[in-house]
């Protein structure tokens, strides 16, 4: 139990004005919410959305509440230059600078795709975390520096983003889907007498991003959340007409492959597996989200696998897993609401062997595995027949995982992978 005292707060950004929510992890989150718990996990997050729905104000409000206004602020346009880049970073500073960091924990670009493609090119650095000066790299932040963008697709006046670039966005909000209410409307025309983006007042809860960054490193997660986290790679990568049971081997003849698969229902054929940047991300993004779902508890609860679906769909529908050509036709080009559908699915397929997962742990670490209970972990469960089988082979070598006085204690010294999970 944390003692009240020790809470860590975070502010609210009371200009950008939208209470619909989009998840629920803990209580509902808003756009506000998710943008900000991927600020807090040190992640790059891409707004998305017609002109007029607040993302300027939204990427305002939060450097100004989270870091006093003092984060780098692009306007992207046609004419930016890379010069132009370096100057918003104060690079001259750098010349003479003898370790050539960089004292910037956040950078704000808005419409980004408005910058041509040789900035762009920079801006991908600056994604990573640094930029390039004389060919060498020059890092941002000190260790933690998170990116938040803009983007207006499909207007005259800009540029297509590199896919490379769309990939650095590790957390992706389309605000389109996620119109404001009533209310919100009201609220904000009470006030409406101007319409340019304002000011939202100044903060600095800069110490409480980073403190709440380096918890999100040490978030405990629930063993079925890292199975669920598994299952976005290697239950998504399972494929029954595949020679391996991979489907990424056999990834250019899909979907011709799947005709007459059964499969093909739950939309197989059109899904990829997630690669390692969409896994970490989503495990970030999910620590994140519980940690401020938390912050006005004195309880702090583990990540669940539910967590770790919810922060899914705001990672996955632009991280390339989804085929376009099946988001267009079946989702009206919706990759939300494709996302929103793949994880409802996975949910319910988890939450069918949710009881045989306990049960083929628990034999697993105490070397008992029963032929019965690996038998509701066929095709795409695959994996976690493979985890269990390979914990209850170490548990049959080196003595039951578990404490001879507490069985439901583990004992030190396990050398396996799933112990650390488990610990």
Not at 123 to 133: E, V
Not at 181 to 201: S, V, Y
Not at 312 to 324: I, K
């Amino acid at each position: 139990m944390t003692d009240p005292k020790d809470i860590i707060k975070l502010p609210k950004i009371t200009e950008y004005i939208n209470h619909t929510p989009t998840a629920f992890v803990g209580r509902e989150f808003t756009v506000e919410d998710i943008s900000m718990a991927g600020i807090v996990a040190g992640l790059n997050v891409l707004l998305l959305g017609e002109r007029g729905l607040g993302k300027t104000q939204l990427m305002r409000g939060l450097n100004n509440k989270l870091f006093n206004g003092q984060g780098t602020s692009i306007r992207a346009h046609p004419d930016l230059r890379v010069k132009d880049v370096y100057e918003e970073f104060s690079i001259d500073d750098f010349k003479t600078s003898t370790n050539g960091l960089v004292d910037n924990l956040f950078t704000e670009i808005d419409e980004i795709n408005r910058a041509p493609t040789m900035v762009q090119n920079e801006l991908f650095h600056i994604c990573d975390g640094y930029i390039m000066f004389k060919g060498k790299k020059v890092p941002l932040g000190k260790g933690f520096h998170s990116v938040i963008a803009s983007a207006n697709l499909g207007y005259a006046g800009t540029f297509e983003m590199d896919d490379a670039l769309r990939d650095r966005f590790h957390v992706t909000i389309d605000v389109n889907e996620y119109p404001t209410t009533d209310n919100d409307n009201l609220e904000f025309l009470i006030n409406a007498f101007d319409p340019r983006p304002k000011d939202d007042g100044f903060s600095d809860f800069s110490t409480n991003v980073l403190k709440l960054n380096r918890e999100v490193r040490h978030q405990k997660f629930k063993p079925e959340a890292y199975v669920t986290l598994l299952y976005l790679t290697s239950a998504l990568d399972y494929c029954n007409r595949s020679k391996n049971n991979s489907k990424l081997s056999v990834i250019k003849d899909i979907p011709n492959l799947c005709d007459s698969c059964n499969r093909l229902g739950s939309a197989c054929g059109y899904i990829k597996p997630g690669s390692k940047r969409t896994l970490a991300a989503t495990k970030s993004l999910a620590a994140s989200m519980r940690l401020i779902a938390d912050l006005d508890s004195t309880e702090k609860n583990p990540v669940s696998y539910e967590d770790v679906l919810e922060a899914f769909s705001f990672v996955a529908p632009y991280s390339g897993m989804f085929n376009s050509n099946w988001v267009s036709k079946s989702y009206h080009s919706s990759d939300v609401q494709a996302a929103n559908e793949v994880k409802r699915t996975i949910r319910a397929d988890v939450d069918s062997h949710i009881d045989y997962m306990a049960d083929g742990l628990s034999e697993a670490m105490s070397g008992n595995l029963k032929e019965r209970t690996t038998k509701h972990f066929t095709d795409h469960w695959n994996f976690y027949n493979s985890m269990i089988k390979s914990i209850n082979k170490d548990a049959k070598a080196n003595g039951s995982w578990f404490e001879k006085k507490s069985q439901g204690t583990l004992r030190e010294g396990i050398d396996h992978p799933a112990y650390h999970i488990l610990k």
